[in-house]
């Protein structure tokens, strides 16, 4: 089966939060119901990952990780970024970490969750972009 969306998860080597962040995703997208997802992975600290994540322009990068989800054009093949239809709403799930931008979270280390991204947040966002 295609995917439809794809999930590209911005981390670096070493960081807990990134490791946990990837599980999370790993666990989700292997259900059923999340088939039509894909993770991509880019380390922010090699040059194709500073490159992916500046193209992405959304994510302050000391709130990494973070990640940005994008639809494949059926046209060209491509994945275009979804974008938020409702940039400025407070997400009662999301908090802070909602990204304005894009469909997609980033780490809030202000925040009083321990700058976890949980389970609950990831399939709210994902959820979302399916409309």
Known sequence: MSKTYQVMV????????????????????????????????????????????????????????????????????????????RPFEKDPVCKDSKLYTFMGLQTDYSGAGGGLITPKMISTVLEACRG
Do not use: H
């Not at 959304?58 to 994008?70: G, M, T, Y």
């Open 10 to 85: 911005f981390g670096k080597e070493g960081c807990d939060k990134c490791k946990v962040l990837n599980q999370r995703l790993d666990k989700l997208m292997a259900k059923d119901e999340w088939q039509d997802f894909e993770k991509a992975y880019v380390d922010v600290m090699t040059e194709d990952g500073l490159v992916a994540f500046c193209k992405a322009e959304c994510i302050n990068p000391q709130r990494i990780p973070a990640f940005v989800v994008s639809r494949k054009n059926e046209q060209t093949g491509a994945y275009e970024p979804v974008p938020n239809p």
